[in-house]
């Protein structure tokens, strides 16, 4: 089956504008994470969906960030009024159930240039 | 606070020249321990999990071991295309993943 499909694959924005990125996680999988990569730094955790319960945004950044998952799948990533700071790679994952040592699968990411 | 850290930050080795990468970890009550690797332009692809202190699992030339404050992945008899990042993370009580900064393993032939 397909793997973790994000869109774009990469986006160049000018500061001040708002972007979306979009999350396909694996069919069937419940539990929906978002990581951003900057250079040099670990992933960072941002949010986290699982099944229909209150997701938990506690590594969103600012009010700037927001992320909804509609109909328990695919999920949209929105930053408002860009930073240079923002300039990330944005990582997606799934996993099957969201429990302790479940598998989080990664798609390849966006890789978002704001300038 | 949880807290991951990967040495070295950089390995370059000669085709055929084990070693071992570590990641150091520190966490309230850890419920897995994964090893991710992680190829440019690409997202981590998942390795291995280990659970307890003690626990390894090996995979081709990759070798994970864990202990209550490390975790080791032993690369042996490397070749050229086992060169990417390799990312450790920690899960613990929620269902995030901190992960350290990473070891680039570059392999010459």
């Known amino acids: 089956g397909a793997g973790v499909s994000q869109s774009p694959s990469n986006k160049v924005t000018e500061k001040g504008k708002d972007v979306e990125l979009r999350c396909d996680p694996i069919s069937g999988h419940t539990a929906l994470y978002w990581y951003r990569q900057s250079l040099g730094q670990g992933l960072e955790f941002l949010i986290y969906?699982?099944?229909?319960?209150?997701?938990?945004k506690s590594g969103l950044p600012s009010d700037r960030f927001s992320a909804e998952r509609t109909g328990g799948s695919v999920s949209t990533l929105t930053i408002q009024r860009t930073q240079q700071e923002d300039s990330a790679v944005y990582l997606c994952?799934?996993?099957?159930?969201?429990?302790?040592?479940?598998?989080?699968?990664f798609g390849a990411g966006t890789r978002l240039s704001v300038l | 606070e949880d807290q991951v850290t990967q040495s070295p930050e950089a390995l370059r080795l000669q085709e055929g020249e084990s070693s071992s990468l570590n990641c150091s970890y520190t966490v309230s009550g850890l419920r897995g321990l994964f090893w991710y690797r992680q190829d440019p332009g690409k997202g981590p692809e998942f390795l291995f999990t280990l659970y307890s202190a003690g626990e390894e699992k090996e995979k081709e030339r990759l070798k994970a071991t864990l202990t209550k404050k490390e975790s080791f992945l032993h690369i042996t008899a490397p070749k050229p295309e086992d060169s990417a990042t390799y990312l450790c993370a920690v899960q613990a009580g929620f269902q995030k993943l901190v992960f350290g900064t990473g070891t680039r393993l570059l392999v010459s032939p």
């Open positions: 969906f699982q099944g229909n319960s209150a997701p938990d």
């Open positions: 994952a799934s996993s099957l159930g969201g429990g302790p040592g479940d598998i989080q699968y």
